[in-house]
């Protein structure tokens, strides 16, 4: 069992830049592929960014050039760092973890454990 624990949430001005962390229990951190989801009030939980075991990086269209995933295996830590951010980024953020080492990353069903959320407030 993986438990993750996210940090880092918060409120923003519009156009201002914050960083989640998400840090996992375990030993096995650096063989999964680890992700950030986001859910607004409303809508469904959405995909965000998602860093596989050997660092290859992917990102939402919407967030692409202003977000930035990373992972530091050694403190069994993925990080996501926001700039450039506006009232759509509001929502709870999500981290979650790949144990099973899936080809597709995109939808809820493709992780295995997932984090309690933090929330990520932006005024305008």
């Known amino acids: 069992q993986v438990q993750l624990v996210e940090s880092g949430g918060g409120l923003v001005q519009a156009g201002g830049s914050l960083g989640l962390s998400c840090v996992a229990s375990?030993?096995?951190?650096?063989?999964?592929?680890m992700a950030w989801f986001r859910q607004a009030p409303g809508k469904e939980r959405e995909f965000v960014a998602r860093?596989?075991?050997?660092?290859?990086?992917t990102y939402t269209d919407s967030v692409k050039g202003r977000f930035t995933i990373a992972r530091d295996n050694a403190k069994n830590t993925v990080y996501l760092q926001m700039t450039g951010l506006n009232v759509e980024d509001t929502a709870v953020y999500y981290c979650?973890?790949?144990?099973?080492?899936?080809?597709?990353?995109?939808?809820?069903?493709?992780?295995?454990?997932w984090g309690q959320g933090t929330q990520v407030t932006v005024s305008s």
């Open positions: 860093i596989s075991n050997s660092g290859i990086t």
């Open positions: 979650a973890a790949d144990q099973l080492l899936r080809g597709h990353y995109y939808f809820v069903q493709d992780y295995d454990y």
């Open positions: 375990g030993r096995s951190f650096s063989n999964y592929h």
